[in-house]
């Protein structure tokens, strides 16, 4: 059976029925160590699931296989909503597989490109992400790898995390020393300087890919990955905002505050989960409030001291509370002068 794939995959052709089980339908992709095929499973009716292949030229290498299997037994420890589900792991003489669940709605790194993702519906897509971080991070691991192709929607527009491929779980060895892992654009300072890598690392990827997001652009773009170590050390981007004047303001302080260089400085997962939920300026209560009659002015109460160690994010809210309390009062004076 005929079928084109890029260079260097698996070169699996349209038809090709994999351990007497798996039908091949489609390509959909190709990392640095495997391809990921649409497939119909016949053993349950044509059940379509994502069939994901070490590529060949790594299938006779150990350490690879090791990283191979591990990726699934990561996934197979995290069972929630906003993870992709892992099924079965195989060999078919030298193709060696495991299946996933197939989420249909594409990725958010299409959804940026194709310029459909919808900027106000952002808090909604934070939330789900750092739900899916917490689930992971609970099982003591750290994704190191999250970007827009990483992230998945259903079709009804639930976000799946996905590719755990360069995963690491707490005490793991197959990553060897001073070895660099993850997508260069998005890696935290401390993973350029090779220290072993914790949740924060995951707080710095969702900084950089939330900057994509709100601006269209990476927050650094160096011309290799010599310039990019550099910027992502030392140097803090422009806020989004001035890229984009149209990024909310709670966007903007979270971005800029997962995106600090020293760990300490960065919200944690619950921490943002609760900025994005429970804060005085969140979204939800941001769009509340834009309902409310100009006559009612809001009352000037004292926000909450956060017991937080990241007194950056912590900060931020408590001034953007007070100023948008402040630009309320001041409206409502304006109308009230001329009515």
């Known amino acids: 059976m005929s079928g084109t794939f890029p260079t260097g995959t698996h070169p699996i052709a349209i038809g090709t029925r ?66 992709v589900r892992t099924f079965e792991i195989g060999r078919d003489a030298e193709t060696i597989y495991f299946t996933m669940e197939y989420v249909k709605g594409g990725s958010l790194e299409q959804r940026i ?124 981007p422009e806020p989004p905002r001035v890229r984009n004047p149209e990024t909310p303001v709670w966007l903007n302080s979270l971005i800029m505050s997962c995106l600090e260089k020293q760990i300490a400085n960065r919200p944690d997962i619950p921490e943002i989960i609760a900025f994005i939920t429970q804060d005085p300026d969140s979204p939800q209560r941001e769009r509340k409030r834009e309902k409310r009659e100009l006559r009612s002015a809001p009352k000037l109460t004292a926000v909450p001291e956060k017991e937080s160690k990241t007194t950056g994010l912590a900060g931020t809210v408590r001034l953007i509370a007070i100023g948008s309390a402040v630009s309320s009062l001041i409206l409502t004076i304006l109308y009230l002068a001329i009515t």
């Not at 959909?28 to 119909?40: E, K, P, Q």
């Not at 900027?119 to 827009?148: F, M, N, S, W, Y």
Request: contains cysteine; neutral net charge; aromatic residues 6%.
């Open 18 to 83: 994999i351990s007497q089980r798996y039908e091949i339908v489609r390509h959909i992709g190709s990392g640095g160590m495997a391809s990921v095929f649409l497939a119909r499973d016949e053993l349950l009716r044509g059940t379509e699931v994502a069939l994901k292949v070490l590529n060949k030229e790594f299938a006779e290498d150990e350490s690879y296989v090791s990283r191979f299997i591990q990726e699934v037994e990561l996934m197979n420890k995290v069972n929630h909503p906003h993870v």
């Open 113 to 236: 490109d194709s310029s459909l993702f919808d900027i106000k519906k952002t808090a909604a897509l934070v939330l789900q992400i750092c739900e899916g971080l917490q689930a992971i991070h609970r099982q003591d691991i750290v994704h190191r790898d999250l970007k827009p192709g990483n992230i998945l929607f259903s079709l009804n527009d639930s976000v799946k995390i996905t590719d755990f491929g360069v995963a690491r779980p707490k005490g793991s060895r197959l990553t060897k020393k001073n070895q660099k892992v993850g997508s260069v654009c998005y890696m935290a300072p401390e993973i350029w300087l090779s220290k072993t890598p914790t949740p924060a690392a995951d707080v710095y990827n969702l900084g950089v890919l939330l900057y994509e997001i709100s601006t269209g652009e990476l927050p650094f773009d160096g011309a290799d990955p010599a310039d990019l170590m550099s910027l992502h050390i030392k140097k803090m």
